[in-house]
């Protein structure tokens, strides 16, 4: 039985986020797998066992229970932003030549980032918001700003996800308010266009055989926009699949599929999109979606009728080549 190293938690806002989809995935997978859910925090990597915490190894990889070393066979990275959605553990596994089913180092610390991801996407003929970046060294004229992207602007951390941060500004004098509040998040900002249009969301994950994209959903909210408020307190509205046109469905299905392979991705990755008058407008790619009960992926998984276990052996055959 291989020993299966299930990283969450991490060092952002979202480590409690990271926790319930963490739970999600470990009730869920295949039963002939033996899976750890290694915890990862600032000051150490653990195991909890019998309300025990059981310090992980960084140096070998391993835990030590009742004497005995497991070593991790290979990992599921589960953490919604850093260190893990940037690419940082990927990039420890890799110097450990421990296998892992997410993307790799380089594919996650691309897509992390919202600005350079969508500059990138966009220079391959995806179509992104505009936008300028905002960094901690560099001044920012609200004028300016309001004069290039209109009113109102999003102002986000191009490093977080989970809506942390992020601000809907409709006059000039809350653009610095919300520019240091981005900054608590990450230390470069994005400022972007507001799209007027319906949001979609698509998740795309690889089979051995072929790229599978999954239902459609749209969102929606009383809200302001999808904050973190609409997404995990029950303020949105989820609809899978998509009441949208067939064609609009296939469209953004296929858009997902080059996003993922311009991207070079692996396991499973949710793109979401504004579309304005039949046009699907990029807003962000999500390496390591949530996975929680309220997530979005596992209601399209549902709603394609593929059970999470034989979604995770998929992935596990396709990933590692098994």
Known sequence: MKNVGLFCGGFSSEYDISLKSAQTIFDTFPKDYSVFKIEVTPENWFYTKNSKKIIFDKNKGALKIENKSIQIDFAIICIHGDPGENGKIQAYLDLLNIPYLNSNAQASSLSFDKFICNQFLNSC???TAASQLITKRSSFDSEKLIEKL??????????SGSSFGISKVYKASDIAPAV???????DTIIAESFLDGIELTCAVFRSKKELIALPVTQISTENDFFDFDAKYNGNSKEE????IEDELTKQIQETSKGIYNALQLSSVARIDYIVVKGTPYIIEVNTI???SKASIVPQMLKC???ALEDFWSLIIEAELNN
Not at 150 to 156: A, E, G, V
Not at 180 to 186: K, V
């Open 304 to 306: 394609a009728g593929i």
């Open 240 to 243: 899978t699949p998509a009441n």
């Open 289 to 291: 979606p949530g996975f």
């Open 125 to 127: 003929g995806f179509k």
């Open 180 to 186: 240091q509040r981005a900054f608590e998040e990450g």
């Open 150 to 159: 209109n009113l109102p602007i999003f102002i986000k951390p191009t490093d």
